[in-house]
């Protein structure tokens, strides 16, 4: 099996990048602006935050999903040796994935700074939650899925969710108070587009979308950019945050069996990310237990549940009860947990803004900094029904 | 673990399938997919099986996931299973559904009992979306497409549980 080629032991990143800068442009229904602008924008702010200028990036990782490439953006920012450049595939399985590549690059040497960076208009653009594509399917996955309605990701991702309802006995309203939780977190956040407070009987009577998933239980679409400089742990002491190194202890991607379309997985009540989680862990030598925060990728609110389950920071069936009434994942409660809003009321920008949280909690600069303990060590982990990445974040 | 709708009320069954949405282009479909087309034209279920160790694959693929086996056969099915998921779609994301006023419709993911975990994507038929659930039986039953009547679509139908 391939999962036991790889020793326990093998973590070749070790600590050895540091994220040294975080910048975003405003989050938006209508940018008004390029993508092309929104990007440069983004790193402009990271490099600044960084401490270093944009033409000292001398690395890109970009999501493949980008429409920025590199000739544009070495054009915009003035780059005048790319050194090494990836795209990674996926949407939001390439949140996280990203931030290891950019590790592994530092750690070979590739590179001096990095820069993995997701710029879209992705609500007054081409909106991934309509139905998109050609009226001609040349066949594939999509021709054996759209003719009988399956046409958008909450479609598919809600076959997963309906799945695990029944196996597992959670509840629309249990997925309500991860929505009211994110919520919170996000009106204390000036960056959210979502910051108005709401109840669980707000959600609960919300539009139902795609039974199961209420309206609520949807992440924002929108636009704007967000971008992270890393470079080595060495030249991260020289710069701006040298006082809080933030440290890639670790990273893994992971994928299991029949993924392509989502609903043909072995057990669809089971996250494919648990072969990223298995991974991640043995890399690390750590577990769930030696997180202080956990940034989880919420395209849809279930898979708050399903992430908890999945990396072990709850037996498998008993995320529900730990979610209920809101407390344990509140920024004061148990496991802080994406305290910026996510991509459900602060913004979606597949996943990076997640990230950037991480850096915030282990600097103290969250505007839902957890009051009641200090965070060393944060988890942000992506998708769970595809393609996933995951990277752990400690404090140097 | 059927849920209500918003109103309580039943919403109708899907009587036919959807009209108006992306078909696939069967002059187009890879070698190793048009066998499935072929079968629904006949009325028939046909899936993709390993010549060497017959094992059943849906999506079709152009090689066995278990032996490597590059041979392969079209092996009609007996089109009975139950439902394994479902969504009720209330929102339309496509032009011709909310300009057809075609929802709510149900999507279906469909076990076939020839082997386990062996599952198409498809909907249930005469049914309202409120009464479906998961584990019910189905058999399949097909339909060509409004728009392209040389596009044969599987759906399902209940079977009454004894």
Known sequence: ?396 | MTQQSERGAQSQPMTRPLEGVPLPELERVPDYERGFWEGTQAGELRIQRCSACGLFRHLPTPMCPECSSLDYEWTTVSGRGFVYSYVIVRHPVHQAIREKEQTPYNVCVIELEEQADLRICSNVLHMAPEDISIDMPVRATFVPASDDPGVVLPVFIPVAQS
């Not at chain 1, 093998?10 to 050895?16: E, S």
């Not at chain 1, 990782?61 to 450049?85: A, F, V």
């Not at chain 1, 009106?187 to 707000?202: F, G, H, Q, V």
Request: glycine share 10%; aromatic share 8%.
């Open chain 1, 1 to 396: 099996m391939t999962p036991n080629i790889i020793p326990a032991d093998t973590n070749g990143i070790r600590d050895k990048a540091a994220i040294v800068g975080i910048g975003e442009t405003e989050f938006s229904w209508d940018s008004g602006r390029s993508e092309l602008q929104l990007a440069s924008e983004a790193i402009k702010a990271a490099c600044d935050d960084a401490g270093i200028a944009p033409q000292d990036i001398d690395g890109l990782i970009r999501y493949d999903m980008e429409s920025n490439h590199e000739t544009l953006l070495t054009q915009s920012l003035g780059i005048k040796n790319l050194r090494h450049w990836e795209s990674v595939s996926y949407g939001g399985g390439a949140g996280n994935a990203v931030v290891g590549h950019a590790a592994a690059a530092i750690a070979a040497g590739y590179a001096n700074y990095v820069v993995c960076f997701r710029a879209a208009n992705l609500r007054s653009g081409v909106r991934l939650g309509r139905a998109r594509g050609p009226e001609l399917i040349p066949g594939g996955a999509d021709s054996f899925a759209v003719p009988w309605g399956s046409m958008a990701p909450a479609h598919r991702f809600g076959m997963f969710v309906r799945r695990y309802m029944h196996d597992y006995g959670a509840t629309s309203r249990h997925f309500g108070w991860v929505a009211v939780t994110l919520r919170e977190h996000a009106s204390r956040n000036p960056r959210a587009l979502r910051r108005d407070p709401i109840t669980i009987d707000d959600h609960q009577n919300s539009r139902m979308v795609v039974d199961p998933l209420h309206v609520l239980d949807f992440c924002q679409e929108n636009d704007g950019a967000a971008a992270i400089v890393i470079t080595t742990a060495e030249r991260a002491r020289e710069l701006r945050h040298s006082g809080t190194l933030t440290l890639i202890e670790a990273a893994a991607q992971g994928s299991g069996p029949r993924n392509d379309g989502i609903i043909y997985r072995p057990d669809l009540a089971v996250a494919e990310s648990e072969h990223t989680a298995r991974d991640l862990w043995a890399r690390a030598r750590l577990d769930a237990s030696d997180m202080d925060a956990l940034m989880f990728y919420d395209h849809f609110t279930p898979f708050c549940l399903i992430n908890l389950e999945t990396y072990g920071f709850v037996p498998r069936g008993e995320a529900k009860d730990f979610v209920d009434g809101g407390g344990n994942i509140r920024f004061d409660g148990a496991l802080p947990t994406n305290t910026h809003g996510g991509n459900h009321s602060e913004a979606y920008i597949h996943g990076l803004t997640h990230v950037q949280e991480a850096v915030r909690l282990i600097r103290g600069t969250s505007t839902a900094q957890p009051p009641h303990k200090t965070i060393n060590r944060a988890l942000s982990c992506s998708s769970v029904a595809q393609l996933s990445g995951a990277v752990i974040i400690r404090r140097g």
